[in-house]
Protein backbone atom coordinates (compact mmCIF):
# COMPACT_ATOMS: atom_id res chain seq x y z
CA UNK A 1 0.00 0.00 0.00
CA UNK A 2 1.40 3.35 -0.94
CA UNK A 3 0.63 6.84 0.10
CA UNK A 4 -0.36 7.55 -3.67
CA UNK A 5 -2.77 4.84 -4.12
CA UNK A 6 -4.45 6.21 -1.14
CA UNK A 7 -4.40 9.95 -1.64
CA UNK A 8 -6.48 11.77 0.55
CA UNK A 9 -9.33 12.81 -1.28
CA UNK A 10 -10.14 9.82 -2.92
CA UNK A 11 -10.57 7.96 0.68
CA UNK A 12 -12.20 10.97 1.98
CA UNK A 13 -15.23 10.07 -0.53
CA UNK A 14 -14.70 6.22 -0.56
CA UNK A 15 -15.38 6.48 3.31
CA UNK A 16 -18.09 8.82 3.03
CA UNK A 17 -19.48 5.75 0.40
CA UNK A 18 -18.85 2.85 2.76
CA UNK A 19 -20.16 4.76 5.72
CA UNK A 20 -23.68 5.29 3.48
CA UNK A 21 -23.66 1.56 3.58
CA UNK A 22 -22.23 -0.02 6.42
CA UNK A 23 -23.93 2.67 8.77
CA UNK A 24 -24.96 -0.70 10.95
CA UNK A 25 -22.72 -3.50 9.91
CA UNK A 26 -20.06 -3.94 12.08
CA UNK A 27 -16.57 -4.48 10.39
CA UNK A 28 -15.20 -1.86 8.44
CA UNK A 29 -12.65 -1.90 5.94
CA UNK A 30 -10.57 0.35 5.00
CA UNK A 31 -8.10 -0.79 2.45
CA UNK A 32 -10.63 -1.63 -0.53
CA UNK A 33 -11.12 1.35 -2.57
CA UNK A 34 -13.96 -0.53 -4.99
CA UNK A 35 -17.10 -1.01 -2.42
CA UNK A 36 -19.45 -4.16 -3.78
CA UNK A 37 -23.14 -2.99 -2.36
CA UNK A 38 -24.76 -6.10 -3.15
CA UNK A 39 -22.37 -7.75 -0.18
CA UNK A 40 -23.28 -4.34 2.12
CA UNK A 41 -26.94 -5.08 1.42
CA UNK A 42 -26.25 -8.92 2.10
CA UNK A 43 -24.79 -7.62 5.42
CA UNK A 44 -27.52 -5.88 6.79
CA UNK A 45 -29.91 -8.06 5.79
CA UNK A 46 -28.18 -11.08 7.54
CA UNK A 47 -26.33 -9.95 10.72
CA UNK A 48 -24.81 -13.54 12.00
CA UNK A 49 -21.06 -13.48 11.69
CA UNK A 50 -20.06 -16.20 8.72
CA UNK A 51 -17.32 -18.98 9.62
CA UNK A 52 -14.48 -18.56 6.94
CA UNK A 53 -12.83 -21.01 7.55
CA UNK A 54 -12.25 -24.14 9.58
CA UNK A 55 -9.29 -25.31 11.90
CA UNK A 56 -8.63 -28.03 14.55
CA UNK A 57 -6.24 -28.79 16.97
CA UNK A 58 -4.57 -25.34 17.58
CA UNK A 59 -2.24 -24.73 20.01
CA UNK A 60 -2.02 -21.47 21.39
CA UNK A 61 0.53 -19.23 23.56
CA UNK A 62 -1.46 -16.15 25.37
CA UNK A 63 1.70 -14.05 27.12
CA UNK A 64 1.31 -12.67 30.53
CA UNK A 65 0.12 -12.98 34.14
CA UNK A 66 -2.72 -10.95 35.01
CA UNK A 67 -6.58 -10.97 34.93
CA UNK A 68 -6.60 -9.93 31.40
CA UNK A 69 -4.72 -13.03 30.43
CA UNK A 70 -6.46 -15.43 32.37
CA UNK A 71 -9.53 -14.35 30.28
CA UNK A 72 -7.85 -14.45 26.96
CA UNK A 73 -6.70 -17.98 28.39
CA UNK A 74 -10.33 -18.92 29.75
CA UNK A 75 -12.01 -18.09 26.32
CA UNK A 76 -9.51 -19.29 23.76
CA UNK A 77 -9.84 -22.92 26.10
CA UNK A 78 -13.05 -23.21 25.33
CA UNK A 79 -13.09 -22.44 21.60
CA UNK A 80 -13.91 -25.33 19.44
CA UNK A 81 -10.94 -26.11 17.37
CA UNK A 82 -8.60 -25.29 19.94
CA UNK A 83 -6.44 -28.09 21.37
CA UNK A 84 -4.35 -26.53 24.25
CA UNK A 85 -3.81 -23.14 25.55
CA UNK A 86 -0.34 -22.51 27.30
CA UNK A 87 0.31 -19.21 29.38
CA UNK A 88 3.71 -17.71 30.03
CA UNK A 89 4.11 -16.79 33.01
CA UNK A 90 0.64 -17.09 33.75
CA UNK A 91 -0.99 -17.34 37.63
CA UNK A 92 -3.07 -19.68 39.50
CA UNK A 93 -5.96 -19.33 37.37
CA UNK A 94 -4.58 -20.06 34.01
CA UNK A 95 -2.44 -23.31 35.76
CA UNK A 96 -6.56 -24.62 35.73
CA UNK A 97 -7.54 -23.46 32.09
CA UNK A 98 -4.44 -24.06 30.37
CA UNK A 99 -0.73 -24.86 30.85
CA UNK A 100 1.19 -22.54 32.43
CA UNK A 101 5.05 -22.19 31.30
CA UNK A 102 7.60 -20.79 33.60
CA UNK A 103 9.02 -18.28 31.23
CA UNK A 104 8.51 -14.27 32.17
CA UNK A 105 6.49 -12.02 29.62
CA UNK A 106 9.41 -9.59 27.98
CA UNK A 107 11.92 -13.06 27.46
CA UNK A 108 11.47 -12.53 24.00
CA UNK A 109 14.48 -15.47 23.29
CA UNK A 110 12.63 -18.27 25.24
CA UNK A 111 8.89 -17.51 24.60
CA UNK A 112 9.92 -18.00 20.90
CA UNK A 113 11.78 -21.10 21.31
CA UNK A 114 8.94 -22.09 23.42
CA UNK A 115 6.63 -21.49 19.93
CA UNK A 116 8.98 -23.43 17.68
CA UNK A 117 9.25 -26.41 20.17
CA UNK A 118 5.59 -26.96 20.88
CA UNK A 119 4.62 -26.30 17.49
CA UNK A 120 2.03 -22.84 18.82
CA UNK A 121 0.57 -22.27 16.26
CA UNK A 122 -1.09 -18.69 17.42
CA UNK A 123 0.69 -16.66 20.01
CA UNK A 124 -1.31 -13.62 21.54
CA UNK A 125 0.42 -11.33 23.85
CA UNK A 126 -1.54 -9.33 26.61
CA UNK A 127 0.64 -6.93 27.90
CA UNK A 128 2.30 -3.76 26.70
CA UNK A 129 6.27 -4.12 27.59
CA UNK A 130 6.63 -6.86 25.01
CA UNK A 131 5.08 -5.52 22.25
CA UNK A 132 6.85 -2.04 22.64
CA UNK A 133 10.44 -4.73 22.75
CA UNK A 134 9.48 -5.83 19.48
CA UNK A 135 7.61 -9.35 19.97
CA UNK A 136 5.84 -9.78 16.80
CA UNK A 137 8.76 -8.71 14.83
CA UNK A 138 10.93 -11.48 16.28
CA UNK A 139 7.99 -13.72 15.64
CA UNK A 140 6.96 -13.04 12.42
CA UNK A 141 10.72 -13.18 11.44
CA UNK A 142 10.94 -16.90 12.51
CA UNK A 143 7.54 -17.82 10.96
CA UNK A 144 5.71 -17.57 13.88
CA UNK A 145 1.89 -16.49 13.97
CA UNK A 146 1.28 -14.38 16.17
CA UNK A 147 -1.42 -11.51 17.35
CA UNK A 148 -0.43 -7.79 18.26
CA UNK A 149 1.02 -4.73 16.59
CA UNK A 150 4.73 -4.99 15.17
CA UNK A 151 7.27 -2.85 17.59
CA UNK A 152 6.97 0.19 15.05
CA UNK A 153 3.12 0.41 15.68
CA UNK A 154 3.14 -0.03 19.40
CA UNK A 155 4.66 3.63 19.54
CA UNK A 156 1.55 4.47 19.47
CA UNK A 157 1.32 3.33 23.17
CA UNK A 158 5.23 3.07 23.93
CA UNK A 159 5.55 7.04 22.91
CA UNK A 160 2.80 9.43 24.22
CA UNK A 161 4.75 11.87 21.74
CA UNK A 162 4.49 9.76 18.87
CA UNK A 163 0.96 9.37 19.37
CA UNK A 164 -0.22 12.80 19.75
CA UNK A 165 1.99 14.05 16.43
CA UNK A 166 0.39 11.02 14.46
CA UNK A 167 -3.61 12.05 16.01
CA UNK A 168 -2.18 15.75 14.89
CA UNK A 169 -1.18 14.58 11.48
CA UNK A 170 -4.25 12.81 10.88
CA UNK A 171 -6.77 15.63 12.24
CA UNK A 172 -7.50 13.27 15.32
CA UNK A 173 -9.66 15.17 18.14
CA UNK A 174 -7.56 15.49 21.17
CA UNK A 175 -6.03 17.94 23.93
CA UNK A 176 -4.33 20.57 22.84
CA UNK A 177 -0.24 19.77 23.76
CA UNK A 178 3.07 20.48 23.42
CA UNK A 179 6.18 18.25 23.73
CA UNK A 180 9.44 18.82 25.56
CA UNK A 181 13.34 17.97 26.32
CA UNK A 182 14.00 20.60 28.06
CA UNK A 183 12.53 21.84 31.53
CA UNK A 184 12.83 26.20 30.65
CA UNK A 185 11.22 25.28 27.28
CA UNK A 186 8.76 23.22 29.21
CA UNK A 187 8.02 26.09 31.97
CA UNK A 188 7.70 28.93 28.94
CA UNK A 189 4.52 26.70 27.51
CA UNK A 190 3.22 26.22 30.76
CA UNK A 191 3.16 30.18 31.23
CA UNK A 192 1.37 30.84 28.69
CA UNK A 193 -1.38 27.94 29.10
CA UNK A 194 -4.93 29.03 30.02
CA UNK A 195 -4.42 29.34 34.20
CA UNK A 196 -6.37 25.76 35.54
CA UNK A 197 -5.75 22.53 35.64
CA UNK A 198 -3.21 20.70 33.13
CA UNK A 199 -1.53 17.44 32.23
CA UNK A 200 2.28 16.10 32.30
CA UNK A 201 3.18 12.91 30.67
CA UNK A 202 6.36 10.93 31.05
CA UNK A 203 6.73 9.91 26.78
CA UNK A 204 7.18 6.66 27.91
CA UNK A 205 5.90 3.47 29.30
CA UNK A 206 6.13 4.02 33.68
CA UNK A 207 3.50 1.14 34.78
CA UNK A 208 0.38 3.34 34.82
CA UNK A 209 2.56 6.25 37.11
CA UNK A 210 3.76 8.40 34.61
CA UNK A 211 0.69 10.74 34.13
CA UNK A 212 0.11 14.08 36.46
CA UNK A 213 -2.72 15.74 36.17
CA UNK A 214 -2.00 18.92 37.48
CA UNK A 215 -4.69 21.70 39.11
CA UNK A 216 -2.47 25.09 38.54
CA UNK A 217 0.51 26.25 36.64
CA UNK A 218 2.87 25.16 39.91
CA UNK A 219 1.71 22.20 40.40
CA UNK A 220 2.30 21.39 36.41
CA UNK A 221 5.69 23.24 36.66
CA UNK A 222 6.45 21.00 39.52
CA UNK A 223 5.47 17.82 37.91
CA UNK A 224 8.03 18.65 34.33
CA UNK A 225 10.99 19.36 37.33
CA UNK A 226 10.35 16.30 38.40
CA UNK A 227 10.17 14.17 35.19
CA UNK A 228 13.41 16.58 33.42
CA UNK A 229 15.25 16.91 36.18
CA UNK A 230 14.85 14.74 38.63
CA UNK A 231 14.67 11.97 36.53
CA UNK A 232 11.90 9.86 38.34
CA UNK A 233 10.57 7.88 35.36
CA UNK A 234 14.35 7.62 34.21
CA UNK A 235 14.46 6.99 30.50
CA UNK A 236 10.71 7.39 29.98
CA UNK A 237 10.37 10.83 31.13
CA UNK A 238 13.53 12.54 29.71
CA UNK A 239 10.48 13.58 27.12
CA UNK A 240 7.55 14.88 28.07
CA UNK A 241 4.27 16.23 26.84
CA UNK A 242 2.23 19.36 28.08
CA UNK A 243 -1.52 19.33 27.29
CA UNK A 244 -5.05 20.91 27.94
CA UNK A 245 -7.13 18.75 30.66
CA UNK A 246 -10.16 17.76 29.05
CA UNK A 247 -13.35 17.50 30.94
CA UNK A 248 -16.01 14.96 30.68
CA UNK A 249 -16.73 11.09 31.24
CA UNK A 250 -13.81 8.59 30.38
CA UNK A 251 -14.75 5.83 28.32
CA UNK A 252 -12.83 2.81 26.23
CA UNK A 253 -13.17 1.97 22.89
CA UNK A 254 -11.63 -1.35 22.14
CA UNK A 255 -11.27 -2.69 18.44
CA UNK A 256 -9.68 -5.59 16.88
CA UNK A 257 -7.63 -4.82 13.86
CA UNK A 258 -5.76 -6.44 11.00
CA UNK A 259 -3.53 -3.08 9.21
CA UNK A 260 -6.88 -2.01 7.09
CA UNK A 261 -9.84 -3.81 8.54
CA UNK A 262 -11.17 -2.56 11.78
CA UNK A 263 -14.01 -4.63 14.24
CA UNK A 264 -15.14 -2.29 16.86
CA UNK A 265 -15.67 -3.94 20.55
CA UNK A 266 -18.44 -3.90 22.90
CA UNK A 267 -17.84 -1.03 24.88
CA UNK A 268 -16.65 -0.71 28.37
CA UNK A 269 -15.99 1.73 31.52
CA UNK A 270 -13.06 1.36 33.84
CA UNK A 271 -12.83 2.35 37.36
CA UNK A 272 -8.70 3.33 37.99
CA UNK A 273 -9.02 5.15 41.69
CA UNK A 274 -8.67 2.91 44.38
CA UNK A 275 -11.92 4.29 46.62
CA UNK A 276 -15.39 4.52 46.16
CA UNK A 277 -16.50 7.78 44.59
CA UNK A 278 -13.48 7.50 42.44
CA UNK A 279 -11.66 8.91 45.33
CA UNK A 280 -7.88 7.50 46.52
CA UNK A 281 -5.09 7.05 44.28
CA UNK A 282 -4.63 5.88 40.86
CA UNK A 283 -4.18 1.84 40.21
CA UNK A 284 -3.93 -0.39 37.51
CA UNK A 285 -8.03 -0.73 37.70
CA UNK A 286 -10.62 -2.02 40.08
CA UNK A 287 -13.27 -2.91 38.18
CA UNK A 288 -15.14 -2.59 35.03
CA UNK A 289 -18.53 -2.99 33.71
CA UNK A 290 -19.79 -3.50 29.93
CA UNK A 291 -21.60 -1.79 27.62
CA UNK A 292 -21.07 1.86 28.85
CA UNK A 293 -23.93 3.25 28.54
CA UNK A 294 -22.32 6.68 28.21
CA UNK A 295 -21.42 6.07 24.35
CA UNK A 296 -24.46 6.03 22.50
CA UNK A 297 -24.60 4.61 19.12
CA UNK A 298 -24.78 8.14 17.27
CA UNK A 299 -21.24 8.84 19.71
CA UNK A 300 -19.88 5.60 18.32
CA UNK A 301 -20.22 5.99 14.78
CA UNK A 302 -18.52 9.35 15.64
CA UNK A 303 -15.51 7.59 17.37
CA UNK A 304 -14.96 5.13 14.50
CA UNK A 305 -15.80 8.16 11.59
CA UNK A 306 -13.14 10.56 13.83
CA UNK A 307 -11.07 8.07 15.57
CA UNK A 308 -10.47 4.75 14.75
CA UNK A 309 -10.53 4.43 11.10
CA UNK A 310 -8.32 7.70 10.66
CA UNK A 311 -6.13 6.19 12.91
CA UNK A 312 -5.69 2.92 11.22
CA UNK A 313 -5.15 4.78 7.71
CA UNK A 314 -2.49 7.09 9.13
CA UNK A 315 -0.80 4.10 10.85
CA UNK A 316 -1.02 2.27 7.59
CA UNK A 317 0.12 5.34 5.34
CA UNK A 318 3.06 6.16 7.59
CA UNK A 319 4.93 2.95 7.27
CA UNK A 320 3.71 1.35 10.13
CA UNK A 321 0.16 -0.65 9.95
CA UNK A 322 -1.69 -1.63 12.77
CA UNK A 323 -2.14 -5.38 13.87
CA UNK A 324 -3.94 -6.33 17.31
CA UNK A 325 -6.02 -4.47 19.55
CA UNK A 326 -6.09 -1.08 19.25
CA UNK A 327 -7.32 0.68 22.77
CA UNK A 328 -8.61 4.27 22.30
CA UNK A 329 -8.38 6.07 25.59
CA UNK A 330 -11.60 8.51 25.39
CA UNK A 331 -12.66 11.83 27.09
CA UNK A 332 -16.74 12.10 26.41
CA UNK A 333 -16.01 16.11 26.42
CA UNK A 334 -19.29 18.59 25.22
CA UNK A 335 -17.36 18.92 21.79
CA UNK A 336 -17.66 15.30 21.30
CA UNK A 337 -14.90 12.61 22.25
CA UNK A 338 -11.39 13.26 22.32
CA UNK A 339 -8.21 10.72 22.56
CA UNK A 340 -6.75 10.74 25.80
CA UNK A 341 -4.28 7.81 24.69
CA UNK A 342 -3.66 4.82 23.27
CA UNK A 343 -2.67 1.44 24.54
CA UNK A 344 -1.79 -1.27 22.11
CA UNK A 345 -3.73 -4.27 23.87
CA UNK A 346 -6.70 -5.62 25.60
CA UNK A 347 -7.24 -3.20 28.81
CA UNK A 348 -7.01 -5.08 32.20
CA UNK A 349 -9.91 -5.22 33.84
CA UNK A 350 -12.05 -3.88 30.76
CA UNK A 351 -11.15 -7.57 28.86
CA UNK A 352 -12.71 -9.56 31.81
CA UNK A 353 -16.06 -7.90 31.15
CA UNK A 354 -15.88 -7.90 27.51
CA UNK A 355 -14.37 -10.87 26.60
CA UNK A 356 -16.89 -12.39 29.29
CA UNK A 357 -19.89 -11.28 26.86
CA UNK A 358 -18.18 -12.01 23.59
CA UNK A 359 -20.41 -15.35 22.03
CA UNK A 360 -17.74 -15.24 18.93
CA UNK A 361 -14.78 -17.69 18.46
CA UNK A 362 -12.19 -15.49 19.69
CA UNK A 363 -9.40 -18.34 18.33
CA UNK A 364 -10.91 -17.49 14.75
CA UNK A 365 -11.04 -14.18 15.50
CA UNK A 366 -7.34 -13.35 16.52
CA UNK A 367 -5.96 -16.02 14.14
CA UNK A 368 -7.78 -14.15 11.14
CA UNK A 369 -6.56 -10.96 12.21
CA UNK A 370 -2.72 -12.04 12.77
CA UNK A 371 -3.06 -13.23 9.44
CA UNK A 372 -4.42 -10.13 7.88
CA UNK A 373 -7.87 -11.83 7.21
CA UNK A 374 -10.37 -10.20 9.44
CA UNK A 375 -12.14 -8.87 6.14
CA UNK A 376 -13.63 -12.32 6.49
CA UNK A 377 -15.16 -12.36 9.13
CA UNK A 378 -18.61 -10.11 8.97
CA UNK A 379 -18.39 -9.08 12.70
CA UNK A 380 -18.77 -10.17 16.33
CA UNK A 381 -21.57 -12.23 18.08
CA UNK A 382 -22.17 -10.51 21.81
CA UNK A 383 -24.09 -11.85 24.86
CA UNK A 384 -26.73 -8.61 25.01
CA UNK A 385 -26.13 -9.22 28.64
CA UNK A 386 -23.97 -6.41 30.21
CA UNK A 387 -20.89 -7.81 32.53
CA UNK A 388 -19.47 -6.24 35.60
CA UNK A 389 -15.90 -7.14 37.13
CA UNK A 390 -15.05 -6.20 40.43
CA UNK A 391 -11.30 -6.21 41.44
CA UNK A 392 -10.31 -7.98 44.65
CA UNK A 393 -6.63 -6.38 45.91
CA UNK A 394 -4.42 -7.23 48.56
CA UNK A 395 -4.04 -4.88 51.49
CA UNK A 396 -1.87 -1.94 50.80
CA UNK A 397 -2.12 -2.10 47.12
CA UNK A 398 -1.38 0.14 45.20
CA UNK A 399 1.33 0.86 47.60
CA UNK A 400 3.37 -1.98 48.99
CA UNK A 401 1.44 -5.33 50.01
CA UNK A 402 2.00 -8.60 51.35
CA UNK A 403 1.99 -11.84 49.73
CA UNK A 404 1.24 -15.49 50.45
CA UNK A 405 -2.13 -15.30 51.94
CA UNK A 406 -4.08 -18.03 51.49
CA UNK A 407 -7.42 -17.14 49.72
CA UNK A 408 -11.05 -19.06 50.66
CA UNK A 409 -14.03 -19.42 48.77
CA UNK A 410 -13.06 -18.99 45.17
CA UNK A 411 -14.67 -22.65 43.80
CA UNK A 412 -17.69 -21.27 45.61
CA UNK A 413 -17.90 -17.81 43.76
CA UNK A 414 -16.79 -19.72 40.50
CA UNK A 415 -19.88 -22.24 40.85
CA UNK A 416 -22.53 -19.38 40.44
CA UNK A 417 -24.17 -18.89 37.68
CA UNK A 418 -22.87 -16.74 34.76
CA UNK A 419 -19.65 -16.32 36.98
CA UNK A 420 -16.25 -16.27 36.39
CA UNK A 421 -13.42 -15.46 38.87
CA UNK A 422 -10.20 -14.68 36.67
CA UNK A 423 -6.88 -14.71 38.30
CA UNK A 424 -4.70 -11.62 38.51
CA UNK A 425 -2.11 -11.93 41.13
CA UNK A 426 -2.25 -15.59 42.59
CA UNK A 427 0.14 -18.42 43.04
CA UNK A 428 -1.02 -21.84 44.27
CA UNK A 429 0.84 -23.85 46.88
CA UNK A 430 0.17 -27.09 47.98
CA UNK A 431 -3.49 -27.10 46.98
CA UNK A 432 -4.41 -23.23 48.08
CA UNK A 433 -4.28 -20.12 46.13
CA UNK A 434 -2.13 -17.71 47.74
CA UNK A 435 -2.12 -13.78 47.03
CA UNK A 436 0.39 -13.12 44.51
CA UNK A 437 -0.07 -9.55 43.75
CA UNK A 438 -1.65 -5.91 44.20
CA UNK A 439 -4.51 -6.82 42.09
CA UNK A 440 -5.57 -10.44 42.90
CA UNK A 441 -8.85 -11.29 41.28
CA UNK A 442 -11.01 -10.40 38.61
CA UNK A 443 -14.60 -11.54 40.13
CA UNK A 444 -17.22 -11.27 36.78
CA UNK A 445 -20.35 -11.36 36.20
CA UNK A 446 -23.49 -11.41 33.84
CA UNK A 447 -26.94 -10.07 34.85
CA UNK A 448 -30.22 -8.49 32.59
CA UNK A 449 -29.56 -5.35 33.41
CA UNK A 450 -26.20 -3.40 35.21
CA UNK A 451 -27.47 -3.28 38.79
CA UNK A 452 -28.48 -7.09 38.61
CA UNK A 453 -24.66 -7.80 36.98
CA UNK A 454 -23.34 -5.95 39.41
CA UNK A 455 -25.70 -7.45 42.13
CA UNK A 456 -24.23 -10.49 40.96
CA UNK A 457 -20.40 -9.83 40.94
CA UNK A 458 -20.99 -8.68 45.08
CA UNK A 459 -22.69 -12.09 45.50
CA UNK A 460 -19.69 -13.55 44.42
CA UNK A 461 -17.56 -11.34 46.03
CA UNK A 462 -18.77 -12.04 49.00
CA UNK A 463 -18.26 -15.63 48.62
CA UNK A 464 -14.25 -14.71 48.89
CA UNK A 465 -11.78 -13.70 51.51
CA UNK A 466 -8.69 -13.57 52.79
CA UNK A 467 -6.41 -11.87 55.09
CA UNK A 468 -6.43 -8.00 54.35
CA UNK A 469 -8.39 -8.52 51.10
CA UNK A 470 -10.71 -5.28 49.86
CA UNK A 471 -12.48 -3.95 46.99
CA UNK A 472 -14.13 -1.11 45.53
CA UNK A 473 -18.26 -1.92 46.72
CA UNK A 474 -19.52 0.88 44.17
CA UNK A 475 -18.57 -0.82 40.30
CA UNK A 476 -20.62 -0.07 38.08
CA UNK A 477 -22.70 2.99 39.54
CA UNK A 478 -21.88 5.30 37.14
CA UNK A 479 -23.20 3.59 34.40
N1 LIG B 1 -5.65 15.59 28.81
C1 LIG B 1 -6.23 15.01 29.86
N2 LIG B 1 -7.28 15.59 30.46
C2 LIG B 1 -7.86 15.05 31.55
N3 LIG B 1 -7.45 13.91 32.13
C3 LIG B 1 -6.40 13.26 31.58
C4 LIG B 1 -5.74 13.78 30.41
N4 LIG B 1 -4.75 12.93 30.10
C5 LIG B 1 -4.77 11.95 31.02
N5 LIG B 1 -5.76 12.13 31.91
C6 LIG B 1 -6.13 11.26 33.06
O1 LIG B 1 -5.00 10.47 33.43
C7 LIG B 1 -5.26 9.08 33.21
C8 LIG B 1 -4.02 8.41 32.70
O2 LIG B 1 -3.62 9.03 31.48
P1 LIG B 1 -3.12 8.17 30.24
O3 LIG B 1 -4.22 7.25 29.90
O4 LIG B 1 -2.60 9.07 29.20
O5 LIG B 1 -1.89 7.43 30.93
P2 LIG B 1 -1.38 5.93 30.94
O6 LIG B 1 -0.34 5.90 31.98
O7 LIG B 1 -0.97 5.53 29.58
O8 LIG B 1 -2.66 5.11 31.38
P3 LIG B 1 -2.93 3.52 31.23
O9 LIG B 1 -2.17 2.86 32.32
O10 LIG B 1 -4.44 3.44 31.40
O11 LIG B 1 -2.49 3.12 29.86
C9 LIG B 1 -6.44 9.06 32.25
O12 LIG B 1 -7.21 7.87 32.37
C10 LIG B 1 -7.22 10.29 32.66
O13 LIG B 1 -7.99 10.03 33.81
MG1 LIG C 1 -1.57 3.97 28.32
Known amino acids: MTVERFNSKKLAVSFRELFCFLRYAPAYRIQSLTFDSDKAVRRLRDRHPRIPQKYTQMKILVVGQGG ?39 DLGRLMSFAKRNAIDLTVVGPEVPLVLGIVDEFKLHGLKIFGPSKAAAQLEGSKAFSKDLMKRAGIPTAAYKTFT ?38 AKSAASRMLL ?14 ECLIGQEASILAIVDGDTIIPLETSQDHKRALDGDQGPNTGGMGAYSPAPVVTEAIMDEIIR ?33 VIE ?58 SYGKGRVIEGIYDADNLPDTKVFHAGTSSKDMHVLNDGGRVLGVTAMGDTIPEAKAAAYRAVSKISWDGGWYRSDISDKA
Open 68 to 106: REHALVYKLSKCEGVEKVYCAPGNAGTAVDGENVNIAAD
Open 182 to 219: RLEEAHSYIDVMDEGPLVVKADGLAAGKGVEVCSNRDG
Open 230 to 243: QDIHGVAGRKIVIE
Open 306 to 338: RILVPTVHTMRVSGYPFSGVLYAGLMLTENGPK
Open 342 to 399: YNVRFGDPEAQAVLMRLKSDLAQVLSLAASGRLAELEGLEWDERPAVCVVMASEGYPG
